[in-house]
């Protein structure tokens, strides 16, 4: 039972490349989210995607683009990798959107450990 | 924007002693959860509460719901050694879809 599964696990950029972070849920979840994770500074939301086929920005976008897949992947891109982006990111999942501020349960993975030179 | 802060933001204590985290902000929400993250995994869902003034327990921990919806706090009697952990409240606007995570608690439980 692989929930949230993340890849790489690792990766070591120097300025200027670009990456895309994959992320895969096996629950038949609707909503998929990416999150980046600073010290000091909790879970800061990149984007997400309610349902398959939408996309929306979340806190902290710049820098970033992603693509939902299918209804089971969602991939986060970083075209021009800054050293700033060197954080800790997560992919989640929730079976239904938070609309309304519902409380949705989010699955997490066990994220993507992204240093750039 | 950071809205959730949370206090405080370490804590070391001997296995046994009781101990509470907090989790304010100035903005109503609609839910909250609280999460606690191990080192080198994701975050896992402890409880959400939904309802202003709601108590919630979970074996020893005991989790509150501000009756403004504004803040909540974690208490935790009799703490062990697996309670160490990066503990993370979330709170959920009644518009739009996001959830904000709170700064975070890092929990040492001393045996």
């Known amino acids: 039972n692989a929930g949230v599964t993340q890849t790489p696990k690792f990766q070591v950029l120097k300025t200027g490349q670009s990456m895309t972070l994959q992320c895969a849920q096996d629950m038949n979840h609707n909503s998929m989210y990416w999150y980046r994770q600073d010290p000091g500074m909790g879970l800061r939301l990149i984007y997400y995607s309610a349902s398959e086929g939408t996309t929306d920005k979340g806190e902290v976008p710049n820098g970033y683009n992603v693509s939902r897949l299918n209804k089971r992947e969602f991939s986060l891109r970083l075209e021009s990798a800054a050293p700033s982006q060197t954080s800790v990111y997560f992919c989640a999942s929730s079976e239904r959107p938070n609309y309304g501020g519902r409380g949705q349960p989010q699955h997490f993975g066990d994220g993507t450990r992204l240093s750039i030179l | 924007t950071q809205l959730l802060e949370q206090s405080p933001q370490f804590l070391s204590i001997q296995e046994g002693e009781n101990l509470t985290v907090y989790c304010n902000s100035s903005?109503?929400?609609?839910?909250l959860q609280w999460y606690r993250q191990e080192p080198g995994e994701g975050p896992v869902l402890l409880v959400t509460v939904v309802t202003g003034g709601e108590v919630k327990k979970l074996k020893r921990l005991t989790f509150q719901f501000g009756d403004a919806r504004k803040d909540s706090s974690l208490h935790i009697t009799a703490a062990q050694p697996g309670d160490t952990g990066l503990y993370l409240c979330a709170g959920a606007p009644n518009t739009g879809n996001q959830f904000y995570f709170g700064t975070g608690t890092s929990l040492t439980v001393i045996p």
């Open positions: 903005s109503v929400f609609s839910s």
